[in-house]
C-alpha cells in the first residue's frame, strides 16, 4: 500500500505532486508528506499526519517550490502513523526517499547502520533505505551506483523513489513487488505507484517490469533490469478518459460506480459474446487448447475478489461439471497443496497488484499447475504480465475503497468463462444460448435495480443505531450475502456477519433478538422454500427481516418483514443482481452515519503488501 509520486521537470512541480497524491489516497492516508528540491539546491520537507488535506492545508501559506520533488501517502505498516514516520525519510539534509512495501531485513541493516553512526529519527523499516543509499553514496562515483547497491542490499517487496540535493536533475526509482509507472511527458518526466495519479499531466507510462531500477531525468529514462541490462520498456497510452477518475454528479466514487454497473458489464462483455455464444478466442488466442485440458480449477484471491471467486465455484461445477476449490490467498501461499493434473490456476483480482495473490501465482508457478489464468482490471499489471492468460474485466478506474463495479465485471467474467469451459464438457447450446440471452438482459436489469435507490435508502434507516447484522443466503447466493456483509462492515463499521441460511440454527440463530437486523437475498430458485423457513426461524426470534426478493417469488411484506422487490433472471445469474441492492443498502447505511465512504478507516484500496 501507500502511494508515490515523483515529478522531475522544467516547472514548479509541488502542485503535481499535491494533486497525485490525491489521486493515490485510496492506497492509504494516515499520513502525507512532501519533499521538493528547491532552486537553492535544499530540500524542503513536509509531512502531516491525516489525509492529503491536511498537507495542503499546511503548505498554503509557504509552498515550497522546485523542478524535482517527491510526495508519498502513507498506510502505516512499521510505526503508528506520525509526522515522524511518514514519508518522506530523509539521511542528513541532501537525500530524501519515498517508498511503498515492506522491507523485511530492516531490523539487520538498522543495527548495522547505527553501529556505523547513523542516527534514526522513525520507527519505519524505509529509513534505513535512505542512510543505506547515504552510506553507499559516500563510496560510490554518482547516485546511480550508490543506488543500485543500496537496493541489492534490500530484501523485501518494495517501489522506491529517492533524490539527493547533489544530483538535482536525477530521481532514482526501483521496483520490487509493489507497483510503479512512469509518466512521460514533454520535457519532464514523472513517477507514481498509479497511473491515475498522474493523468492530469500525461497519458503516457512506461510500466517497469520487477527488479527494474532506473534513472529519471528530465529529457531521458534510463532503465536497468534485476540482471542489471540496460533495457528499453514501451511506452503504453493510457486508454480511459480523464473523467473515469471524477466524481461528477455523484457525491462518492462509491455511488458513481454503483451506478456505472449496466455500463462496464456491457463493455465486459462487448466483442467477447454473440446473441446466443461465448466467443473463446476473446478469452485468449490458447483458450481452446486450454479449455479442453482442464479437470479441476483452483481459484485463488482476496477480499471482494474472494467472493466473485466463491460465485464462480457454484457455476463452474454446475454448468462445466468440473470440480473447482476456492481458498483466499494469504492462506493458500502458506500451505502445501495437492495437485490433480490439469489444474488451472486462477487469480482474480481488480488492481492485479494484490501482494498474496501475486505471491500464490509465483508459488503456483513453481508447483506445476497446468497453467495460470488471470482475471483482473488493471492493464499491465503484475497479474496480468504474469499469467498465460488473462481475461480483462473492463470496469474502469475503481476509486472507491469498497469494490463495487469490479466485482460484477468479474463475476461476468467469471460466467463468459465457465460457459466456454462448460461447452468443451457437454453444455448443450440451446442452453448456453439461454444462458447469454440472460447475461444481455443483466445490464438492463441492474439499471432498474438502480432506480430503487430512493426506496433503499429508506430501509437504511432502520440500520443506523445497530451495533450487528447478520446477512443470509444460500447456493451460489451465499457468497453475496458475504459480500453485502463486508461492504457493509467496511464502510459503516457496523458488525455484519454472513451465514449459509442453513447453519443459522447451529449458532447464529442464538443472537438473534430486535436488535439484530437480518438482511437476505431470495431469488426464486429451488433453495426459495428452504430460504424461506430459514426466515421464519428468524421471525420467531423476534429478528427483523430485509429481504430482497426477485419478482416471481410473490413475496411480500409482512410484521417484521421488509420486502424489496428486484427483476427475475435465471437463478444462476442471480448473483449478479442480488449484489447491488446490498451494495445501495450499505452504502445509504454510510452516508447516515456520516463515514468516509470512499476511504473508510483503516483500509486500503490496494494492499500490495503482505
Ligand atoms: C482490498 C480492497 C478490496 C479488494 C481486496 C483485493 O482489501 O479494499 O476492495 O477486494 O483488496 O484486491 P484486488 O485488487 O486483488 O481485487
Given at each position: 500500500m501507500c502511494g508515490i509520486v515523483g515529478a522531475v521537470a522544467q516547472r514548479n512541480v509541488q502542485g503535481i505532486l499535491l494533486e497525485g497524491l490525491k489521486r493515490l489516497e485510496y492506497r492509504g492516508y494516515d499520513s502525507a508528506g512532501l519533499a521538493v528540491l528547491d532552486d537553492r539546491g535544499v530540500i524542503q520537507r513536509q509531512r502531516e499526519v491525516g489525509k492529503v488535506a491536511a498537507l495542503e492545508e499546511a503548505i498554503t501559506n509557504d509552498p515550497p517550490k522546485g523542478h524535482m520533488g517527491i510526495a508519498h501517502t502513507r498506510w502505516a505498516t512499521h510505526g503508528k502513523p506520525s509526522a515522524q514516520n511518514a514519508h518522506p525519510h530523509m539521511s542528513g539534509d541532501r537525500l530524501a526517499v519515498?517508498?511503498?512495501?515492506?522491507?523485511?531485513?530492516?531490523?539487520?541493516?538498522?543495527?548495522?547502520l547505527q553501529g556505523e553512526g547513523f542516527e534514526f529519527a522513525s520507527e519505519t523499516d524505509t529509513e534505513v533505505v535512505a542512510h543505506l543509499i547515504e552510506r553507499e553514496y559516500r563510496k560510490a562515483a554518482n547516485l546511480t551506483e550508490a543506488f543500485h547497491r543500496a537496493?541489492?542490499?534490500?530484501?523485501?517487496?518494495?517501489?522506491?523513489?529517492?533524490?539527493?540535493?547533489?544530483?538535482?536533475?536525477?530521481?532514482?526509482?526501483?521496483?520490487?513487488?509493489?507497483?510503479l509507472v512512469i509518466g512521460v511527458g514533454i520535457g519532464e518526466h514523472f513517477v507514481a505507484s498509479d497511473q491515475l495519479a498522474l493523468l492530469p499531466v500525461t497519458d503516457r507510462f512506461i510500466y517497469l517490469a520487477e527488479g527494474d531500477t532506473a534513472l529519471v531525468r528530465s529529457d531521458s529514462v534510463r532503465i536497468t533490469d534485476r540482471d542489471g541490462k540496460s533495457v528499453e520498456r514501451p511506452i503504453n497510452r493510457f486508454e480511459h478518459s480523464a473523467d473515469a477518475v471524477e466524481k461528477g454528479q455523484y457525491r462518492h466514487f462509491m455511488l458513481k460506480e454503483i451506478h456505472e454497473q449496466p455500463d462496464v458489464i456491457r463493455a465486459t462483455l462487448e466483442g467477447r459474446v454473440t446473441e446466443s455464444r461465448v466467443l473463446e478466442r476473446a478469452l485468449?488466442?490458447?483458450?481452446?487448447?486450454?479449455?479442453?485440458?482442464?479437470?479441476?480449477?483452483?481459484?485463488?484471491?482476496?477480499?471482494?475478489?474472494?467472493?466473485?471467486?466463491?460465485?464462480?465455484?457454484?457455476?463452474?461445477?454446475?454448468?462445466?461439471?468440473?470440480?473447482?476449490?476456492?481458498?483466499?490467498?494469504?492462506?493458500?501461499?502458506?500451505?502445501?497443496?495437492?495437485?490433480?493434473?490439469?489444474?488451472?490456476?486462477?487469480?482474480?483480482?481488480?488492481?492485479?497488484?494484490?501482494?498474496?495473490?501475486?505471491a500464490a501465482l509465483r508459488q503456483a508457478r513453481d508447483a506445476g499447475f497446468r497453467a495460470a489464468l488471470a482475471i483482473c482490471n488493471v492493464p499491465g499489471s503484475s497479474l496480468v504480465r504474469e499469467s498465460d492468460l488473462v481475461i480483462m474485466t473492463h470496469a474502469g478506474p475503481e476509486i472507491g475503497v469498497a469494490s463495487t463495479k469490479a466485482f460484477t465485471t468479474q463475476l461476468t467474467a467469471l460466467f463468459m468463462f465457465t460457459l466456454a469451459l462448460a461447452r468443451h464438457n457437454g453444455l448443450p447450446e440451446t442452453r448456453e444460448a439461454e444462458l447469454v440471452a440472460a447475461l444481455h438482459q443483466i445490464p438492463h436489469q441492474m439499471e432498474q435495480i438502480l432506480g430503487l435507490n430512493a426506496q433503499i435508502e429508506a430501509l437504511s434507516e432502520a440500520f443506523v443505531d445497530k451495533h450487528h447484522s447478520l446477512f443470509l443466503g444460500r447456493g451460489s447466493l451465499y457468497p453475496i450475502a458475504m459480500e453485502g456483509a463486508l461492504k457493509l462492515k467496511e464502510i459503516s463499521y457496523i458488525h455484519a456477519e454472513a451465514y449459509p441460511a442453513g447453519e443459522l440454527k447451529?449458532?447464529?440463530?442464538?443472537?438473534?433478538?430486535?436488535?439484530?437486523?437480518?438482511?437476505?437475498?431470495?431469488?426464486?430458485?429451488?433453495?426459495?422454500?428452504?430460504?424461506?423457513?430459514?426466515?421464519?426461524?428468524?421471525?420467531?426470534?423476534?429478528?427483523?427481516?430485509?429481504?430482497?426478493?426477485?419478482?416471481?417469488?410473490?413475496?411480500?411484506?409482512?410484521?417484521?418483514?421488509?420486502?424489496?422487490?428486484?427483476?427475475?433472471?435465471?437463478?444462476?445469474?442471480?448473483?449478479?443482481?442480488?449484489?447491488?441492492?446490498?451494495?445501495l443498502l450499505s452504502y445509504h447505511v454510510a452516508v447516515l452515519k456520516g463515514t468516509d465512504v470512499d476511504q473508510p478507516r483503516n483500509l486500503a484500496k490496494s494492499v500490495t503488501v503482505e
Open positions: 519515498v517508498h511503498n512495501g515492506i522491507i523485511e531485513n530492516f531490523e539487520t541493516l538498522r543495527s548495522e537496493v541489492a542490499l534490500v530484501h523485501g517487496a518494495y517501489a522506491l523513489a529517492v533524490m539527493h540535493a547533489d544530483e538535482p536533475e536525477s530521481l532514482l526509482v526501483a521496483r520490487q513487488g509493489s507497483p485468449g488466442t490458447e483458450a481452446s487448447e486450454l479449455l479442453g485440458d482442464i479437470r479441476h480449477v483452483q481459484i485463488v484471491a482476496c477480499g471482494t475478489s474472494f467472493h466473485a471467486g466463491m460465485v464462480a465455484r457454484y457455476w463452474i461445477e454446475e454448468l462445466a461439471g468440473i470440480s473447482c476449490s476456492v481458498e483466499v490467498a494469504s492462506e493458500f501461499r502458506y500451505r502445501k497443496h495437492v495437485i490433480q493434473d490439469g489444474t488451472l490456476f486462477l487469480t482474480i483480482s481488480q488492481s492485479g497488484e494484490t501482494a498474496d495473490t501475486l447451529h449458532g447464529p440463530l442464538a443472537l438473534v433478538d430486535s436488535e439484530m437486523p437480518v438482511v437476505t437475498v431470495a431469488p426464486s430458485n429451488d433453495l426459495l422454500e428452504k430460504l424461506k423457513s430459514n426466515l421464519q426461524e428468524v421471525r420467531a426470534r423476534g429478528g427483523e427481516l430485509f429481504v430482497f426478493a426477485d419478482d416471481e417469488t410473490a413475496m411480500t411484506d409482512s410484521e417484521g418483514t421488509h420486502v424489496m422487490t428486484i427483476p427475475h433472471t435465471d437463478p444462476i445469474l442471480a448473483p449478479m443482481l442480488c449484489t447491488l441492492p446490498l451494495q
